[in-house]
């Protein structure tokens, strides 16, 4: 008899554990996404935009990069997106179809790469020639 208790009561704890493990935000269908902003100078760039959205075109989101260019973007819904930065006058091409399943993590790199004219603030100055 004890043996039968004894063998429930570890079944019982490694299932409540399973059922712990499992509940986790990204095991319900949700993804992330994150990466870094990287500007004309082959830096990260701080507080750029980066905006995405899913692939038709719905539901647009923005967030901001840190101090060091790195963004995140936790409990996505899986699906389909487009990523785009933007900072300084400056943007990214556009990342289409990034796809995101469940439980998963996926990085970009977003290089800032157009503008009409480039700012002043990626512009190497270049010392005086005498």
Same mark, same amino acid.
């Given at each position: 008899?004890?043996?039968?208790?004894?063998?429930?009561?570890?079944?019982?704890?490694?299932?409540?554990?399973?059922?712990?493990?499992?509940?986790?935000?990204?095991?319900?269908? *949700?993804?992330?996404?994150?990466? !870094?902003?990287?500007?004309?100078? $082959?830096?990260?760039?701080?507080? +750029? =935009?980066?905006?995405?959205?899913?692939?038709?075109?719905?539901?647009?989101?923005?967030?901001?990069?840190? *101090?060091?260019?790195?963004?995140? !973007?936790?409990?996505?819904?899986? $699906?389909?997106?487009?990523?785009? +930065? =933007?900072?300084?006058?400056?943007?990214?091409?556009?990342?289409?179809?990034?796809?995101?399943?469940?439980?998963?993590?996926?990085?970009?790199?977003?290089?800032?790469?157009?503008?009409?004219?480039?700012?002043?603030?990626?512009?190497?100055?270049?010392?005086?020639?005498?």
């Amino acid at each position: 008899m004890r043996r039968i208790l004894l063998c429930m009561m570890v079944l019982s704890l490694a299932l409540a554990a399973a059922l712990n493990s499992s509940a986790t935000p990204q095991s319900k269908g *949700s993804a992330t996404l994150d990466g !870094v902003v990287i500007g004309p100078d $082959d830096r990260p760039v701080a507080h +750029a =935009s980066v905006s995405y959205q899913t692939a038709d075109g719905s539901a647009p989101h923005v967030v901001r990069t840190d *101090s060091h260019g790195r963004f995140i !973007v936790p409990k996505l819904k899986a $699906d389909i997106y487009d990523v785009r +930065a =933007s900072g300084k006058g400056v943007f990214s091409d556009w990342e289409k179809n990034v796809n995101l399943r469940p439980g998963q993590t996926k990085s970009l790199t977003l290089h800032l790469i157009y503008a009409k004219k480039i700012p002043k603030a990626y512009v190497n100055s270049k010392p005086a020639q005498q």
